[in-house]
């Protein structure tokens, strides 16, 4: 073997990123010493691996033929260090994952300390975003994400399955007669998460389907934030039941309209590479992860004895 396993993981990022310069700042090095690297490579295998001018930059047919071995490659040395690890009896090494930004505050939140004394040799990195993130490009391990989720070339686990229901503050709902039709509910909508800004957000009500243009309201991307403007009578919202389950039990929020539902629910899912092998910590910060969820919806505050 001519070529340097060492050059795979600059190669991968330069495929990754499309280019050589954004490849340099994902990995941060000079941009010459990516540019070296891989023009030693083109010369090792004596291929071309990209057509690259000052409009594009993209794999030739020979270099997608390689990018199969070279992520094959390097997921096998992860794997073996993942293995590795394993043999200890505690997992160790970084954990890299992504969590929206609502589950992340509700769910979670501080119970990441329970996390870390339980595990003490992870070093956990958590990035809280609201949009889903690339598995691949941010290179994480674990990407809990919002369904829907385009990629189908990923491992999935369901992680919370709620129903998207209309709730709004008992006060507010004292000052308008009780909507029971579309057409008496969509004058109360003022905000709307993003996800759900559609010029035909379709619903099914029982005259069948029908369709309700959001575009026009006030949006934000956060189903907590949109929560707070109901419980202080912002109007109506459409929210997960997950987190108004205990606004809607301790009467600080009232459900309306339950007969007009979206086609989908509100589905959270943990995405994973496709593996043979995969690394023991992405799986105990699922069962984690699962655990706090139990917890939260039984409104307990402590640790599962089963976890």
Known sequence: M?????????????????????????LGMPKSTVSRTI?????????????????????????????NFAETIVDQAKQADAAMAGIRHLPTGQLKISMPMAFSREVIGGRLAEFHKRFPD?????QVTSHAMNLFQEDLDVAFVVEPVESSDLIRQVISDTALIWVVSPDYLQEIDRPDSLASLVPHLKFCERRYQNTRLEVLTPKGMQTIDTTGLMSVNDPV??????????????????????????????????????????????????????????????????????DYERGASSVSSAF
């Not at 001519?2 to 700042?25: E, H, S, Y």
């Not at 930059?57 to 990018?67: M, N, Q």
């Not at 992870?122 to 958590?126: A, D, M, P, S």
């Open 225 to 294: 934030i949109l929560r707070d403007i109901a419980l202080k009578g912002g109007g109506v919202a459409l929210l997960p039941e997950l987190y108004c389950r205990r606004y809607l039990e301790n009467g600080r929020l009232a459900q309306i309209c339950p007969s007009i539902k979206l086609q989908h629910s509100a589905r959270i899912i943990a995405l994973m590479a496709h593996r043979r092998l995969q690394p023991k910590k992405a799986q105990i910060m699922i069962d984690f992860v699962k655990d706090c969820l139990a």
């Open 122 to 126: 992870i070093t956990l990195e958590l």
């Open 2 to 26: 001519k070529w340097d396993i060492n050059d795979l993981p600059i190669f991968l990022a330069v495929t990754q990123m499309k280019g050589i310069r954004a490849a340099a700042d994902k």
């Open 39 to 67: 023009s030693r490579l083109e010369e090792q295998l004596d291929i071309r691996l990209f057509d690259r001018n000052t409009r594009q930059f993209r794999l030739t047919d020979e270099g997608a033929v390689f990018l």
